[in-house]
């Protein structure tokens, strides 16, 4: 074959080849629908006293306590030290990191043995929402196509709030709010950085790595959330410090303020009463002070 023609034949190859990469990544996703209720997430009832202090957190049917956050109320570092735990370019990839991609392959090559899955955040939000079954190449693909056509429909903020309401943080609490309150007694946007970073490092694997199990696992997973985001989001002596930080969780099972008020409510969301949470607990003190004295 003279030079010219090879030329030719080698233009043609590469621009059917650059062709046919376009169309799969922005048209064969379309053949692909949406898994059901995708972006619906039921709620726990939140009952508030007059203040807006939390009561109690009612329990779903499915055993766990979830409370649903917009993005616009996600905090800068827990949104940081989700990125860093789960997927640090994911407001850059188009649902598919294929760098992470690579590397997974490279690491498959050499060891023999796939050591990452590579999966970003919108293909975690997808494969959370479908049936489970085997982890095949043809499922990954099929997982990876959904990903393309969630990441043309839907916005990054959509995506990345749909994804952690429907994370599971150990001990039967679904979403990060609720995740906080249980771990810390505090709301989300109270955190330090090194809570943020404890608390989006579980979802990795909730059961493992349970804080009320054995802490020093779920504290070396902090401290590798930590690392990533020293290094890929600059925030330098900020992390120092937070490495430094004790790990301090709240009482396994705080005692419920006025128990008895959830039996006559029910629905999701929250609904604020008229009850005063410092001045319910010190009466229902007094109280079991006082049966303790008859008895």
């Given amino acids: 074959m ?19 990469s376009l169309l799969s990544y922005y ?6 629908s949406l898994p059901q209720g995708l972006n619906v997430q039921e709620e726990s ?27 616009s109320d996600i905090p800068e570092d827990f949104l940081q030290s989700t990125l860093a735990a789960e997927d640090k370019r994911f407001f850059q990839h188009g649902g598919v990191d294929f760098i992470a991609l690579g590397r997974a392959m490279s690491d498959w090559i050499k060891t023999g043995r796939p050591s990452s899955g590579a999966s970003t955040i919108t293909q975690q939000l997808v494969k959370l929402n479908r049936p489970q079954g085997p982890r095949t190449l043809q499922a990954k693909f099929h997982e990876m196509m959904i990903a393309r056509r969630l990441e043309m429909s839907w916005s990054k903020e959509d995506i990345f709030t749909a994804y952690i309401n429907c994370l599971n943080y150990g001990n039967r609490r679904s979403g990060p709010v609720a995740a906080a309150q249980y771990y810390f007694n505090n709301s989300l946007e ?23 199990k054995d802490p020093s696992l779920a504290l070396q997973r902090r401290d590798t959330v930590l690392h990533r985001l020293k290094s890929s ?22 005692r419920d303020v006025a128990p008895w008020l959830s039996h006559e409510m029910s629905g999701s969301g929250s609904i604020q009463t008229t009850l005063d949470a410092s001045l319910q607990r010190r009466l229902e003190t007094i109280v079991q002070e006082e049966l303790e004295d008859l008895k």
């Fill in 45 to 71: 009832l939140v009952l508030l006293d007059r203040n807006g202090e939390s009561l109690r957190v009612q329990v779903l049917e499915d055993s766990t306590r979830r409370v649903n956050i917009e993005f």
């Fill in 2 to 20: 003279k030079r010219s023609k090879w030329k030719k034949w080698s233009f043609r190859c590469l621009g059917a080849l650059l062709i046919g």
């Fill in 233 to 254: 989001f600059e925030l330098g002596k900020r992390v120092d410090v937070a490495l430094d930080e004790d790990l301090q969780l709240s009482l396994r099972s705080p």
């Fill in 27 to 32: 048209l064969l996703p379309w053949f692909w």
């Fill in 190 to 212: 109270n955190l330090s950085l090194a809570e943020s970073a404890f608390l989006a490092g579980l979802p990795q694997a909730p059961s493992r790595l349970n804080p009320r």
